[in-house]
């Protein structure tokens, strides 16, 4: 239970840095950012299997630096294809 809350916790904290770092307005609430971090989490630990050349697992979180990576890289995604 304490690991979810701290999932929770962390993605909100890197959806709100990404938010800061990529220029624009991104019209979201609590929740979406949230989301948003979360799921960037997953893409930073996607993008570093890439790079490392390790396999991928579809649950795998990544660290601090790589959910903020990963978010910023969804924001990119979602503006370029909205």
Do not use: C, D, E
């Amino acid at each position: 239970m304490f690991g979810l809350f701290l999932l929770i916790i962390m993605g909100l904290v890197a959806g709100l840095i990404a938010r800061a770092v990529m220029p624009g307005r991104q019209p979201m609430g609590f929740i979406a950012t949230t989301l948003l971090g979360i799921a960037g989490s997953f893409m930073g630990g996607f993008l570093g299997s890439i790079v490392s050349g390790h396999s991928w697992r579809l649950m795998q979180p990544s660290g601090f630096i790589g959910s903020i990576i990963g978010a910023i890289v969804l924001l990119w995604l979602g503006r370029k294809l909205g």
